[in-house]
């Protein structure tokens, strides 16, 4: 048994038949908005990483969608990090010889969430509008861009505090967007930072002067007029980089990439038209 594989069984589906839900959707447009609600703490757990995959596998097989906005849905909250009784609960396992490391990461709900988040084609964003920690941080990092609303709260991996590590790929992910050292240095004290040293540093794109959903959506609105054939490219050309291929197998990348879109984007031809046609504003299409 892998890792985490029983923590469905740890967490109710039905209570008194009504279904639980802790993760809601609507769309706008070629945007799909999901709001993370668990309430009384905002925790991330089992069922929270289910219903996320779930929604994420949705959305990709969706023609109409092509942008996924994240936020939470208790004030103060995006997702305040991942429930540690669940944590007890898989230790006890491991203590009792129940659980084993390793195995099939696609069977646990938390791994198949993470994996699923890195390769997704589709533009992600990170709309935080409160606490951000532990494997709530890690999850906002899978997203392509992370926008902040200003406030009194804190976004980091605290794990060390409590004598454990960010076990989802925290340091991996944060040393991505941060550089390895300073990665190493916030981990390993398990440092976490308020919105305006997020964004100093680098771990969030923007700082909101509102809300950070609104200020997510005026990106994601963005991000879903570009032909998704481009942003699907440019997020594996950025794939590679991040696993370390050389300057020669990213100048072959691109070359791949850039015939994809030529070849598979009618959008692609519409606009470059649109552009010769109407006074090359590069910046009106």
Do not use: W
């Not at 208790?74 to 084993?100: L, N, P, Q």
Request: include cysteine.
């Amino acid at each position: 048994m892998h890792i985490f594989d029983n923590q469905r069984d740890l967490v109710p589906h039905i209570i008194e038949d009504l279904i639980v839900t802790q993760v809601s959707t609507k769309d706008t447009g070629a945007i799909r908005i999901a709001t993370i609600n668990n309430p009384p703490r905002g925790y991330m757990n089992a069922e929270t990483a289910t219903e996320l995959c779930d929604i994420l596998e949705a959305a990709e097989s969706d023609k109409n969608i092509n942008t996924l906005v994240f936020t939470g849905g208790i004030e103060g909250v995006f997702i305040r990090h991942y429930d540690v009784s669940e944590i007890v609960a898989v230790a006890e396992g491991f203590r009792g010889g129940d659980i084993k490391p390793g195995g099939d990461r696609s069977a646990s709900p938390v791994y198949r969430l993470f994996d699923r988040m890195i390769v997704t084609p589709l533009a992600t964003i990170a709309a935080i509008n409160g606490t951000c920690m532990g494997g709530g941080f890690e999850f906002a990092l899978t997203c392509d861009i992370r926008i902040a609303e200003k406030g009194d709260y804190q976004i980091g991996l605290p794990e060390t505090r409590l004598g454990i590590i960010p076990g989802v790929g925290g340091l991996q992910l944060l040393s991505r967007v941060v550089g390895l050292s300073r990665a190493k240095e916030m981990v390993m004290r398990g440092r976490v930072v308020e919105p305006e040293e997020a964004l100093n540093l680098g771990v969030v794109h923007e700082l909101a002067e509102g809300a950070a959903l609104d200020a997510a959506l005026s990106v994601a609105q963005e991000l879903a007029e570009r032909p998704p054939v481009a942003v699907a490219s440019v997020k594996r050309m950025a794939s590679e980089v991040a696993a370390g291929e050389t300057l020669e197998q990213g100048l072959r990348n691109a070359e791949t990439e850039f015939a994809r879109c030529l070849l598979e984007g009618d959008a692609a031809m519409e606009k470059m038209q649109a552009f010769l046609d109407d006074g090359e504003d590069i910046t009106a299409t």
